[in-house]
Nanobody, 126 residues
Framework: VQLQASGGGLVQAGGSLRLSCAASVRTFSSYAMGWFRQAPGKEREFVAAISWSGGSTYYADSVKGRFTISRDNNKNTVYLQMSSLKPEDTAVYYC????????????????????WGKGTQVTVSS
């Protein structure tokens, strides 16, 4: 499974960005997907996860109500819509996938993620 994230950039506080992650796998609908982020000098942290069907989602408390994860299984793509951005959201954002048919919990902890994409930088200015 190869993952390619895009959509990062520079935005002012209060603004919005949408990240996309395209997966190169035929059975994308069998994979739970997630987003993580890593700020300079900090550990990689969980942001959001979505089940293979899109029926279940989980969010870190720090982004709940501001970020929305979604997926389009016809396009092999998962999205992260980020709104009301804060300077503390500044980080490199990584797309993540579990193994085929893994439960969503696998993509809520960096230790259990099976596949990582290259990150995309999000910078929020104050």
């Amino acid at each position: 499974v190869q993952l390619q994230a895009s959509g990062g950039g520079l935005v002012q506080a209060g603004g919005s960005l949408r990240l996309s992650c395209a997966a190169s796998v035929r059975t994308f609908s069998s994979y739970a997907m997630g987003w993580f982020r890593q700020a300079p000098g900090k550990e990689r942290e969980f942001v959001a996860a979505i089940s293979w069907s899109g029926g279940s989602t989980y969010y870190a408390d720090s982004v709940k109500g501001r970020f929305t994860i979604s997926r389009d299984n016809n396009k092999n793509t998962v999205y992260l819509q980020m709104s009301s951005l804060k300077p503390e959201d500044t980080a490199v954002y990584y797309c993540a996938a579990g193994g085929r048919n893994d439960a969503i919990v696998v993509v809520t902890t960096a230790f259990t993620v099976k596949y990582w994409g290259k990150g995309t930088q999000v910078t929020v200015s104050s």
